[in-house]
C-alpha cells in the first residue's frame, strides 16, 4: 500500500491551476513503493506522478529534487521535477510537501541478464559524470557516520554471532582508507526495482531519495550486491563483468578502487543489513516501512568477507 495521504480530484485541479501542465484528466494511486504516497496525474498535457512526502522534512528536498532536475538536463532519464507558475518545485498538497515529476515509462526486471547488467553500469557511470557538475553537497545520509549509529541502535537486538559479524567488520570498515577514491553523488539505492526498462532500454532510473555525496565505488558495490548475486548470494561473475565494464568503458575505474573493491561490496551489503535491521527491530510510529529481509544482506555480507580478493573486476 502507498497512498498513505488521499487526495481528492477537486484539490488536485484546484492545485494544478498554478501549473502549466493542463487540466486533470485521471489521478490514480499507485500500489508499490512504501516511503511516500505516490499517484499517476494525467492532464491535458501529459503523463505525471505525483509524490506526497510522508516523512522526509521538508528543508532536505530541495537537494533531491534538484539533483533530478540536474541529472534530467545531462540526458539522463531520471523524473524531472515540474516547476508551477511560481517557478517553484515543491509545493504542499493534503498538508504534505509535494511535488510532480514526469512519469517515465518501463517495468523493472527483477532477473536482468548481462546484457542488462552491462546497460545499467553504463547508465549509472552517466550518473556520476553528470553528477559531478551537480552545485550542492549533501553527505550520503547514509554513510560512515550513520553506520556507526545505527550498529550501536540495533546491536543489543542481534544474537550473540551477528554481534561479532558486526563488530568485526566495523573494524574493518574503519580501518579502509576512502581518501584515494573519486567521490561525487550518488544515487545509492539503484537496486533493480529503482529502474525502469522499456524494450530494451532503460526508460527511467527513480527513486533518488538516499542520494549524497560518497564514495562513487560504493554505488557501483550496492548496484552489483543487488543485481549481479545469483539465488544463494554469491556473485555472478558474467553479470558482474558486464555491469562493470559497461561502467569502466564510460568512467575508467582507478587502481585504488580496484584495490577497495572487496571492502566496498562489504560495505554495501553492511549498510542494507543495518537498515533493513533498524526497520525490523526498532520500527518508527508512524513510519509506514514494508520491512525487507534483513538476514538477506547478513548473509551477503558473510559471503562477500569468505571470498576474500577473489571477486570479479572489470578484468
Ligand atoms: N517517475 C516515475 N515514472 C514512472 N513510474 C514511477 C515514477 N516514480 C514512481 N513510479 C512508480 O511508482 C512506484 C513507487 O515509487 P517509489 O519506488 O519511488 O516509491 P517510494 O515509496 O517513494 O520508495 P520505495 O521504493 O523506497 O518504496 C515505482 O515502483 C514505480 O512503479
Ligand atoms: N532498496 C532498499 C529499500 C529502500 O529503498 C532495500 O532493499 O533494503
Known sequence: MSVFTPVSDAALSDWLANYAIGRLVELRGISAGV???????????????????????????????HLMAHLARHG???????????????????????????RLSGASDMAPDAARCRKMGTMLAGLHLAGQRF?????????AQW????????????????????????????????SALPEGVIHADAFRDNVL??????????????????????????TVNDWCSQPGGE????????????????????????TAWPAMLRAAALRFWLSRAEDFHL??????????????????????????????WVD
Open 35 to 65: 516511503q511516500n504516497s505516490n499517484f499517476f496525474v494525467t492532464t491535458r498535457l501529459g503523463r505525471y506522478v505525483l509524490t506526497l512526502f510522508e516523512t522526509m522534512p521538508r528543508s532536505e528536498l530541495p537537494f533531491y529534487l
Open 76 to 102: 539522463l532519464p531520471v523524473p524531472a521535477p515540474i516547476a508551477d507558475l511560481d517557478n517553484e518545485y515543491l509545493g504542499t498538497l493534503s498538508g504534505k510537501p509535494a511535488v510532480l515529476v514526469r
Open 135 to 143: 552545485g550542492r553537497r549533501q553527505l550520503n545520509p547514509r554513510g
Open 147 to 178: 553506520r556507526e549509529r545505527t550498529a550501536e541502535a540495533v546491536r543489543p537486538y542481534l544474537v550473540a554471532d551477528e554481534q561479532r559479524l558486526l563488530d568485526a567488520e566495523l573494524r574493518f570498515q574503519a580501518s579502509i582508507d576512502v
Open 197 to 222: 526498462w522499456d524494450e530494451d532500454q532503460i526508460g527511467g532510473v527513480i527513486d533518488f531519495y538516499f542520494a549524497g555525496n560518497d564514495a562513487l565505488l560504493f554505488d557501483l558495490a550496492v
Open 235 to 258: 556473485l555472478n561473475a558474467e553479470r558482474t563483468r558486464a555491469l562493470l565494464r559497461g561502467y569502466h568503458a564510460e568512467r575508467p575505474l582507478t587502481a585504488a578502487e580496484r
Open 283 to 312: 520500527p518508527r510510529s508512524g513510519e509506514m516501512v514494508l520491512v525487507k529481509d534483513p538476514n538477506e544482506y547478513r548473509d551477503l555480507l558473510h559471503l562477500r568477507i569468505a571470498a576474500g580478493d577473489s571477486l570479479p
